[in-house]
């Protein structure tokens, strides 16, 4: 079936450090990737949309410039967490979609869980 | 405003038996619906969907039904196994390629051997 591979798992780093987390996809070419966030005991939260070779479409309330999301090819996206503060601790993580207008699920990374100290 | 809705934060269920996982949701417009599985510190599992012209989706031992009148949608585990113990999120979306899935609040089900 089709794989995401999210790297890194872990980061624990100091506040004011800036964070970069890979989403790829191995088996599909991925037109459509999702980065989610979520606390604890929580649903995922959308935060962006991005689209190969075009700017991530960010949900209502997340900093644009704070996350920052590069979707260079059909197979790997980055979240760039730029100087993170400790309330940016959580779980995030991918998804992708192969293309087409068929109806085909989402697949996700194993996310990345983030804490700054 | 939660446009998918999953009013039962937790399950129990004895092992064999049936679970049954509950999904409600607003938005007319979504025609395209999901079950994923999640374990904790790791991402949601596809498990089983199902489009708004079909009323069930049948795959082992997981069967999605989905009534359209009622905006409600559920999740069948028979027989449910101690392996499927985790939280279950119903997602729905318009039928659009680029369209993000919305998820609802996830329901953990605990299966006791």
């Known amino acids: 079936g089709a794989v995401v591979s999210q790297h890194p798992s872990r980061v624990i780093c100091k506040s004011g450090t800036s964070v970069k987390i890979e989403c790829r996809s191995l088996d599909f070419q991925a037109t459509t990737m999702f980065w989610y966030r979520q606390f604890p005991k929580q649903s995922l939260m959308l935060m962006a949309t991005s689209n190969e070779g075009s700017k991530a479409t960010y949900e209502q309330g997340v900093e644009k410039d704070k996350f920052l999301i590069n979707h260079a090819s059909l197979t790997l996206s980055t979240l760039t967490v730029t100087s993170a503060h400790p309330e940016d601790s959580s779980f995030y993580i991918c998804?992708?979609?192969?293309?087409?207008?068929?109806?085909?699920?989402?697949?996700f990374g194993d996310g990345t869980r983030l804490s700054i100290l | 405003d939660q446009q998918v809705k999953q009013n039962s934060p937790s399950l129990s269920v004895q092992e064999g038996r049936i679970s049954i996982l509950n999904c409600d949701y607003t938005n007319s417009m979504f025609d395209y619906f999901l079950w994923y599985k999640k374990y904790p510190a790791e991402g949601p599992t596809f498990l089983i969907s199902?489009?708004?012209?079909?009323d069930k989706n049948e795959d082992g031992r997981f069967t999605v039904f989905l009534n359209k009148s009622a905006k409600h949608l559920s999740l069948h585990i028979v027989p449910s196994q101690p392996g499927d113990s985790a939280v279950y999120f119903c997602?729905?979306?318009?039928?659009?390629?680029?369209?993000?899935?919305?998820f609802g609040k996830g329901t953990r089900l605990s299966v006791i051997a």
């Open positions: 997602a729905a979306s318009p039928n659009s390629g680029n369209t993000p899935l919305v």
């Open positions: 199902i489009s708004s012209i079909k």
């Open positions: 998804s992708a979609r192969g293309g087409g207008y068929s109806n085909q699920p989402q697949h």
